[in-house]
């Protein structure tokens, strides 16, 4: 792209995590497919660099890149807080000597929420910046009103003494289990100094991004509007979406092999299962889900990324196992008839999308009030267990007739969902149209940030 022909020059600069790089990538796309004359600089590390270089990307983004200063993605989870404290503290420096070399010169940043330090290199540099949060709007609203937590003496949260006690005092979000709240890795230092500190830099930014749905989260967005001085702008879903019809992203003869399986099977019969990349379930559970699958003589798709072959075999002939699937147009796809999610923010948004309903076991982090949305706000899905976390194991037999009910359908229970599911599903379509929410909120960002 020429630099005399650009009119925006956006920097990005994502949490450097899949989570949160793939919503920012998305929303990367979705603007620069609005003007020719918008260029997007996405700053990752080198190492994220690498993982990210063979992806499709439009020409008017490119990427920068800043040194592996952070523990390797490969493995941070052995260290998670020796990754947040190197999040907050040593990435800065390298950013902004990034930032200082770019050409043409920057004209807004849009930065992940979680890197405060974003909001006060721009200040610094007279440069206009847009936070990003990536999950849920009532994630943000419950960060937000931390201090009622606190009031209400349920800080700090013990879900073991009192996960089923519900509570009603957090703005926008309904009635919720003290157990549904986000998880215990997101009220212990370094993670909850660091969220509440990058809130506390919210005021200094020029505008907020939330990866959501006006239509989803309506009662908390009108709630969070009226405390911010600046524009709120809804811009969900941020899934790929848009590359649903090209055949050509999905190509290699592993996506081949499942897709191929899917179109031998009956509609709406596979059970497709995900349970995330970042926290692992015991070995004791994934083979109760194994076994339960296979019991249940259910059609089901599982990516595992680990055990592929063991797993195989438990579950038998009626099910497959890959390392890695294309998600989203394996949901889309006309014989899968429901997911089994961990509920991860970018997992639900594509369940949604492709009108399925859901099996829910949430882990830890945002997972838990993502799965409580899932089955009492929205009404479609069910819980595998009533308890949140991988302490208690669902048993192989529970699991085979939940899932029996659950792809059955047949049942008014069932129906219902599958009928809640399908016009979400609907609503998910008729944001991104022309004139949507979604779409709306999209220009009137695009529009924003071009008048610098």
């Given at each position: 792209?020429?630099?005399?022909?650009?009119?925006?020059?956006?920097?990005?600069?994502?949490?450097?995590?899949?989570?949160?790089?793939?919503?920012?990538?998305?929303?990367?796309?979705?603007?620069?497919?609005?003007?020719?004359?918008?260029?997007?600089?996405?700053?990752?590390?080198?190492?994220?660099?690498?993982?990210?270089?063979?992806?499709?990307?439009?020409?008017?983004?490119?990427?920068?890149?800043?040194?592996?200063?952070?523990?390797?993605?490969?493995?941070?989870?052995?260290?998670?807080?020796?990754?947040?404290?190197?999040?907050?503290?040593?990435?800065?420096?390298?950013?902004?000597?990034?930032?200082?070399?770019?050409?043409?010169?920057?004209?807004?940043?849009?930065?992940?929420?979680?890197?405060?330090?974003?909001?006060?290199?721009?200040?610094?540099?007279?440069?206009?910046?847009?936070?990003?949060?990536?999950?849920?709007?009532?994630?943000?609203?419950?960060?937000?009103?931390?201090?009622?937590?606190?009031?209400?003496?349920?800080?700090?949260?013990?879900?073991?003494?009192?996960?089923?006690?519900?509570?009603?005092?957090?703005?926008?979000?309904?009635?919720?289990?003290?157990?549904?709240?986000?998880?215990?890795?997101?009220?212990?230092?370094?993670?909850?100094?660091?969220?509440?500190?990058?809130?506390?830099?919210?005021?200094?930014?020029?505008?907020?991004?939330?990866?959501?749905?006006?239509?989803?989260?309506?009662?908390?967005?009108?709630?969070?509007?009226?405390?911010?001085?600046?524009?709120?702008?809804?811009?969900?879903?941020?899934?790929?979406?848009?590359?649903?019809?090209?055949?050509?992203?999905?190509?290699?003869?592993?996506?081949?092999?499942?897709?191929?399986?899917?179109?031998?099977?009956?509609?709406?019969?596979?059970?497709?299962?995900?349970?995330?990349?970042?926290?692992?379930?015991?070995?004791?559970?994934?083979?109760?889900?194994?076994?339960?699958?296979?019991?249940?003589?259910?059609?089901?798709?599982?990516?595992?990324?680990?055990?592929?072959?063991?797993?195989?075999?438990?579950?038998?002939?009626?099910?497959?196992?890959?390392?890695?699937?294309?998600?989203?147009?394996?949901?889309?796809?006309?014989?899968?008839?429901?997911?089994?999610?961990?509920?991860?923010?970018?997992?639900?948004?594509?369940?949604?999308?492709?009108?399925?309903?859901?099996?829910?076991?949430?882990?830890?982090?945002?997972?838990?009030?993502?799965?409580?949305?899932?089955?009492?706000?929205?009404?479609?899905?069910?819980?595998?267990?009533?308890?949140?976390?991988?302490?208690?194991?669902?048993?192989?037999?529970?699991?085979?007739?939940?899932?029996?009910?659950?792809?059955?359908?047949?049942?008014?229970?069932?129906?219902?969902?599958?009928?809640?599911?399908?016009?979400?599903?609907?609503?998910?379509?008729?944001?991104?149209?022309?004139?949507?929410?979604?779409?709306?909120?999209?220009?009137?960002?695009?529009?924003?940030?071009s008048q610098y």
């Amino acid at each position: 792209m020429e630099s005399g022909a650009v009119g925006c020059h956006v920097v990005a600069m994502p949490f450097p995590g899949r989570g949160h790089i793939n919503p920012m990538m998305n929303l990367c796309k979705l603007l620069a497919s609005r003007r020719a004359d918008i260029l997007i600089t996405f700053i990752v590390t080198e190492e994220w660099l690498g993982f990210l270089l063979s992806d499709s990307k439009p020409p008017n983004i490119r990427f920068g890149s800043i040194p592996n200063v952070i523990p390797s993605e490969l493995v941070r989870g052995a260290n998670y807080l020796a990754f947040l404290d190197s999040v907050r503290t040593k990435m800065v420096d390298p950013f902004e000597q990034l930032l200082v070399r770019l050409e043409p010169p920057v004209t807004t940043i849009v930065a992940d929420t979680l890197l405060f330090w974003a909001v006060d290199v721009a200040n610094r540099r007279n440069v206009p910046v847009a936070s990003f949060w990536a999950m849920s709007a009532a994630l943000f609203s419950a960060f937000l009103h931390f201090d009622l937590l606190v009031q209400n003496r349920h800080f700090p949260v013990n879900s073991s003494e009192s996960g089923d006690e519900r509570i009603d005092y957090i703005p926008g979000i309904s009635s919720i289990r003290i157990a549904d709240l986000p998880g215990s890795i997101y009220w212990n230092k370094p993670f909850l100094p660091m969220i509440l500190e990058a809130l506390s830099w919210l005021s200094k930014a020029q505008y907020l991004l939330l990866a959501t749905m006006y239509e989803l989260e309506a009662h908390v967005v009108d709630v969070l509007k009226p405390k911010f001085p600046f524009p709120i702008y809804i811009v969900g879903p941020l899934i790929p979406y848009f590359e649903l019809g090209d055949n050509s992203i999905s190509t290699n003869q592993n996506d081949l092999h499942y897709l191929k399986w899917l179109d031998l099977q009956p509609p709406g019969s596979v059970l497709y299962i995900s349970l995330g990349s970042y926290l692992p379930i015991s070995t004791a559970q994934t083979n109760e889900i194994a076994a339960g699958l296979r019991d249940s003589g259910v059609r089901c798709l599982w990516v595992a990324r680990e055990g592929t072959c063991q797993f195989k075999e438990i579950c038998g002939e009626m099910g497959m196992v890959v390392p890695w699937c294309d998600q989203l147009r394996v949901l889309s796809h006309w014989s899968v008839g429901g997911f089994w999610s961990h509920c991860g923010w970018g997992s639900t948004f594509e369940g949604l999308f492709a009108g399925v309903p859901f099996l829910t076991l949430p882990m830890a982090a945002d997972q838990p009030l993502n799965s409580k949305l899932i089955v009492e706000d929205w009404k479609i899905g069910w819980r595998v267990k009533r308890e949140v976390g991988m302490e208690t194991i669902a048993k192989r037999d529970e699991i085979a007739g939940l899932v029996k009910r659950f792809m059955d359908g047949e049942g008014e229970e069932g129906k219902e969902m599958r009928r809640r599911a399908r016009e979400l599903r609907e609503i998910c379509q008729l944001v991104i149209k022309k004139g949507g929410s979604s779409d709306t909120s999209l220009d009137a960002f695009v529009r924003d940030i071009s008048q610098y």
